[in-house]
């Protein structure tokens, strides 16, 4: 007697096979070294009812946040392309300050990403790209309009004995994400 399985693949998911992407960031992501697929809930409702009440699906997705960690380098640079665009989408020095942030055509330090200058250049789009265990591309998370919100604290102590290299941690908010395919098909 023979078995069959539906399973075709046995091979697991593993915890460091991914790549991540920020345009707005290209710093941030080329030292990334954790990055999230964030939850998602949807909403319940209660039907009443003269026995008990029904909890029925609700109507509205609940999108947790994207958290990314990385390593900061040395120069600072990544550390300060997060905290300039948290400046620049909270209390700039003036409205001027803003206006200049928000049509920004090309990023600073930066020779490859350009965007349209044409106003709500205060969001990115980023992608979470899923490694195989042979480290090939299999799937992406696609976020749509990120904005980072929290920026993580570094404290600097002279009584560490062992040196641990510096990693911050920002968090993002975002419309939407999407799970496709290489390919941008969804699954």
Do not use: H
């Amino acid at each position: 007697m023979s078995y069959v399985t539906p399973i075709e693949n046995r091979n697991y998911l593993a915890p460091v096979g991914f790549i991540f992407r920020i345009d707005r960031i290209p710093q941030v992501s080329y030292f990334c070294n954790q990055a999230n697929i964030p939850a998602m809930d949807l909403g319940v409702v209660i039907q009443p009812s003269y026995l008990k009440d029904v909890p029925v699906p609700g109507d509205k997705i609940e999108f947790g946040d994207l958290t990314v960690r990385y390593l900061i380098d040395e120069d600072f640079g990544n550390y300060m392309e997060i905290q300039k665009w948290i400046r620049g989408l909270g209390f700039p020095d003036s409205l001027k300050e803003f206006n200049d942030f928000e049509s920004q055509k090309t990023l600073p330090n930066s020779i490859n990403t350009i965007f349209d200058g044409q106003g709500d250049n205060i969001y990115s789009d980023g992608t979470l790209q899923i490694l195989s265990s042979n480290n090939v591309p299999k799937f992406q998370v696609n976020f749509k309009d990120l904005f980072p919100y929290s920026l993580s604290t570094l404290t600097f102590d002279a009584t560490d004995t062992d040196i641990e290299y510096f990693t911050a941690e920002v968090s993002f908010k975002y419309t939407n994400y999407n799970i496709t395919n290489t390919r941008g098909q969804d699954l």
